[in-house]
């Protein structure tokens, strides 16, 4: 034999980091979460994926499904003010959700202009 050739079947690929793919959706994806360090990492990682048959655990970790105290308090105080406005929305209709005009003697609420900066 004077020469011979052996072919390996490559297929293109890439590796990102879970902070990197905030914000994308892939079709498919092989995650390795065995090293997953802070609250919402997981669901991060996990949540780009479109469908569960795209996605393929190489690694786990109990930390991987961790939550952040801070999330969990302010998702139920969304829920709360989701709720809330809401029945408002039912009693008062959508007349409670229009801006009303300032008097000139009233002083600014807290998310005015002048109040931010």
């Keep these: ?8 079947p490559l297929r293109c690929a890439w590796a990102i980091t879970i902070h990197k793919s905030q ?10 979460l065995s090293r997953t360090f802070a609250p ?3 669901y991060v990682a996990l949540s780009r994926v479109e469908r569960m ?14 939550v952040s105290a801070d999330a969990v308090m302010l998702d ?21 959700f229009r801006p009303q005009t300032p008097h000139e003697d009233e002083p600014a609420g807290e998310f005015e202009q002048a109040e931010l900066f």
């Design 1 to 8: 034999v004077m020469a011979s050739v052996a072919q390996v």
């Design 23 to 32: 914000g994308m959706t892939l079709d498919r994806a092989v995650m390795d």
């Design 40 to 42: 919402g990492m997981g």
């Design 53 to 66: 048959g795209g996605l393929y655990l190489a690694g786990v970790n109990e930390r991987m499904f961790a």
């Design 76 to 96: 139920g105080d969304l829920r709360g003010g989701s709720q809330a406005a809401s029945a408002r929305l039912g009693n008062e209709g959508v007349a409670a």
